[in-house]
């Protein structure tokens, strides 16, 4: 199973002409491509796929599909511990950085 988990964008830059974000998912931080989505914007949610912003999504659907990840286990299964406890921390997304 491969998932695409909802995540929180908490700096944005360009790296040799390609639009990239740092994404929080409850505690931690990926680098994420976004390509597909040059307009998102610091505090904004998205659904990351294999490395890609692929859709933006609204903070209240993107806590419940980590609270609903969490309780069929699927982050667990997919990710392992971090996954987990990226879901539990969601319900309080840390201070937003480089806004």
Known sequence: MCLAVPG???????????PMARVDFGGVVKDVCLAYLPE??????????VGFAIQRLDE????????????????EEEFGDAWTRAAAEADNPPEEENR
Do not use: M, Q
């Open 60 to 75: 209240e659907s993107a806590l419940a599909t980590l609270r609903l990840f969490e309780e069929i286990g699927a982050l």
């Open 40 to 49: 998102i914007e610091v505090g904004d949610y998205a659904i990351v796929h």
């Open 8 to 18: 929180r964008v908490v700096g944005v830059e360009e790296r040799d002409g390609t």
